[in-house]
């Protein structure tokens, strides 16, 4: 097997110089840990102020940390228009709470004080008009996309643009309350009252967050360099995916995962560094290289897991080095009929009764499932059999591991075998069990009078189950795999650099058709 691999991958690669162009900056939104914040501290001692990340507009030293604050308050302002910071700041000091406004590409104003009513700014108008009674002054309203930054106690700048944003920079690494980044930070409102900090980074410097985020850095170095590759791609094709938030991509799972500097190590950074350059090309398009966490023994085909729409190179292959990722949950049907009111808004079908696997692919995952209960049924199609089920809590988030699973009950001794093409076994035959029948017709192999347990056969690629008088019955949800399986296997990617293959041939096994291609 692995001399037919590196036949076929020596027939497939060849390293070309192409025109696809690699951004230079990607923006990260840092939902994580920093969503909707309240302010945003940063712990380093000195910040410079960037417009288009180039032309520094202006220095700030801290003697504690910096704060950068929502505000949605009304202003008196001045109108002067100045080219530089330190002008707009010189006229600031005529007022008591005059302040430096950042309005948008290398353009300052001056703003006095900060008010919550409209009323309070007005009464103030007249006081500030006579302080500098040369300018005239206006009441500027309240809008919800303004924010301050603050050294202590002390005012430095407020910041008024709704199109131009500044970047910060340090003299080293950026320095946030939970992470350290490399590159420039930038800040946006986050809903109307919060603040959300954006990492708007080298897109080399970001993969370096990104690898040892998404895959041990203990790993082989070859799997390694095929993570940083596949990121590399992803990003690529992603880039934009937040456009209407103000970045490219977030840090979390629903992008990539991105945990910046203090995550870095030495390995995973080579990894980066000698796959610079590097892509993944269907034809002459970079794809979308998807990847999860363990395939389960076999990847999956996109169709099956996300629609209709069929990709060549996102077809399932046999996981031939993976080890096996078995787990398991336990759920009772009340603990299941709630998660269905939850995920439904509200739809009551009755106590659960029963999980019927009804469809299932050629790599063992369930494609369709039936939910039945005493009041009526629904069907779970392709993505939402594995994000229907939650992972600890009804309202938790995160799904199954993987749509590669069988179902059973706790007290009723018994396991199942899924025997279509592809399909795996999980578990071992309990004693007062045996399997009757491979084919169509359906046949009961429960010793128990009270409960019943029918098995379709696999001939017609479908196997589902039936328990009846389960009203007191735990479901134990028995799989393989973690991840959605479409594309790269990460586990099996380290197993197959294990097995001396390298980065280029083990994203081509995972992507069918597919070259890996060097841009310079």
Request: aromatic fraction near 12%; charged fraction near 30%.
């Amino acid at each position: 097997m692995k001399k037919l691999l590196t036949i076929i991958a020596t027939l497939l690669i060849t390293v070309k110089i192409y025109a696809t162009e690699i951004p230079e900056f990607v923006k990260i939104g840092l939902q994580t840990q920093y969503a909707n914040q309240s302010d945003i501290v940063v712990k380093n001692k000195e910040l410079y102020m960037y417009y288009n990340n180039e032309a520094v507009l202006a220095e700030f030293d801290a003697k504690n940390n910096f704060v950068f604050k929502p505000s949605n308050k009304y202003y008196i302002g001045v109108k002067a228009e100045f080219a530089s910071y330190e002008d707009a700041l010189v006229e600031s000091e005529l007022y008591n709470t005059g302040v430096v406004a950042y309005v948008g590409e290398t353009d300052f104003k001056v703003y006095v004080g900060g008010y919550e009513v409209r009323e309070e700014a007005e009464e103030l108008l007249e006081l500030a008009t006579s302080r500098n009674p040369e300018k005239e002054h206006f009441v500027i309203e309240s809008a919800d996309n303004r924010l301050e930054l603050y050294e202590g106690p002390n005012r430095l700048l407020l910041i008024d643009s709704k199109l131009d944003q500044p970047t910060f920079k340090t003299e080293d690494v950026i320095v946030l309350q939970h992470h350290e980044y490399r590159g420039y930070l930038e800040l946006r409102r986050y809903n109307e009252k919060g603040l959300l900090p954006v990492n708007v980074v080298n897109i080399e410097e970001y993969l370096k967050g990104v690898v040892p985020a998404e895959m041990s850095s203990k790993w082989e170095l070859e799997a390694l360099k095929t993570q940083a590759v596949a990121a590399r791609d992803y990003a690529i094709q992603k880039l934009g995916r937040h456009e209407n938030h103000g970045y490219d991509l977030c840090d979390t799972e629903h992008c990539q995962v991105y945990k910046g500097f203090d995550y870095e190590t030495e390995k995973t950074n080579k990894a980066v560094e000698d796959s610079k350059g590097y892509l993944l090309y269907y034809g002459n398009e970079v794809i979308p290289t998807y990847y999860s966490a363990s395939s389960g023994g076999h990847t999956e085909d996109s169709n099956n897991v996300w629609g209709n729409v069929s990709y060549a190179y996102l077809k399932g292959v046999p996981d031939i080095y993976e080890d096996d990722d078995v787990w398991e949950r336990h759920y009772t049907a009340d603990e299941l009929e709630d998660r269905f009111e939850y995920y439904f808004d509200g739809e009551k079908i009755g106590t659960i009764i029963d999980v019927i696997p009804k469809e299932m692919s050629k790599s063992g995952r369930l494609i369709e499932v039936e939910i039945k209960g005493t009041r009526g049924s629904k069907t779970l199609r392709k993505s939402s059999v594995r994000t229907f089920f939650p992972r600890i809590e009804r309202n938790d988030n995160k799904s199954f591991k993987s749509a590669k699973f069988i179902v059973k009950l706790a007290n009723g001794d018994y396991s199942t075998n899924l025997l279509s093409e592809g399909a795996y076994q999980i578990g071992k035959k309990l004693k007062d069990f045996k399997m009757l029948s491979a084919g169509r017709n359906t046949k009961s192999i429960s010793k128990r009078k009270d409960k019943v347990v029918h098995i379709l056969g696999a001939n017609d690629n479908r196997i589902s189950s039936k328990i009846e008088d389960r009203d007191s019955e735990m479901f134990i949800f028995q799989g393989r795999g973690y991840g959605h399986g479409v594309g790269m296997s990460q586990v099996g990617a380290n197993a197959f650099a294990k097995n001396g293959y390298t980065f280029d041939q083990i994203l081509t096994y995972y992507f069918t058709g597919t070259e890996v291609r060097e841009n310079k």
